[in-house]
T-cell receptor
Framework: LAKTTQPISMDSYEGQEVNITCSHNNIATNDYITWYQQFPSQGPRFIIQGYKTKVTNEVASLFIPADRKSSTLSLPRVSLSDTAVYYC??????????WGAGTKLIIKP | DSGVTQTPKHLITATGQRVTLRCSPRSGDLSVYWYQQSLDQGLQFLIQYYNGEERAKGNILERFSAQQFPDLHSELNLSSLELGDSALYFCASSVQGSTDTQYFGPGTRLTVL
């Protein structure tokens, strides 16, 4: 069963690129990796999902190496409003859901 | 607005009581998930239903139970409540299974006094 590990917290500054890495050593062949953002007292919100290599959308990029044992969420040019908790999730077709404990990202001016 | 609705928004009750939380998924979504989030803690997955059938169980206590009805709405029942059950309870829905994007509701804040 995949277990996900991510840093508890990170700091950065406005305008910087932020990379948050999640480790999932026991990821299975059919598992997908998804990242969510959560603001205080709100439900998490989908950011990006990937299976392998690189995926990019209008808000983030997701890098997954060939062995898929980790994934890196990249947020370009962050702003104060990106201060939030970021979760990685490994989900599989056999209905397993393995959530990371979340990374609290604080963006400073 | 994710399209997932949860009622009530807030619930205050006493230890030993029983409450029911309700969730309506997005139109067309067949899977419903329940999560518990205690203050400043991460998400704890409780249970998943797909088209009325239980599909996956997480760290759900025996005092808690859930079901998904034919119209796909779901209810989470919490009984013999304890102080430690105070938390935000989120419902999420997805089109089908665990590899699909989950859309989260606004949550129900439960306070047990």
């Amino acid at each position: 069963l995949a277990k996900t590990t991510q840093p508890i917290s990170m700091d950065s500054y406005e305008g910087q690129e932020v990379n948050i890495t999640c480790s999932h050593n026991n990821i299975a062949t059919n598992d997908y990796i998804t990242w969510y953002q959560q603001f205080p007292s709100q439900g998490p919100r989908f950011i990006i999902q990937g299976y392998k290599t690189k995926v990019t959308n209008e808000v983030a990029s997701l890098f997954i190496p060939a062995d898929r044992k980790s994934s890196t969420l990249s947020l370009p040019r962050v702003s104060l409003s990106d201060t939030a908790v970021y979760y990685c999730l490994v989900g599989s077709y056999n209905y397993q859901l393995i959530w990371g404990a979340g990374t609290k990202l604080i963006i400073k001016p | 607005d994710s399209g997932v609705t949860q009622t009530p928004k807030h619930l205050i009750t006493a230890t030993g009581q029983r409450v029911t939380l309700r969730c309506s998924p997005r139109s067309g979504d067949l899977s419903v998930y329940w999560y518990q989030q205690s203050l400043d803690q991460g998400l704890q997955f409780l249970i998943q239903y797909y088209n009325g059938e239980e599909r996956a169980k997480g760290n759900i206590l025996e005092r808690f139970s859930a079901q998904q009805f034919p119209d796909l709405h779901s209810e989470l029942n919490l009984s013999s409540l304890e102080l430690g059950d105070s938390a935000l309870y989120f419902c999420a829905s997805s089109v089908q299974g665990s590899t699909d994007t989950q859309y989260f509701g606004p949550g129900t804040r439960l306070t047990v006094l």
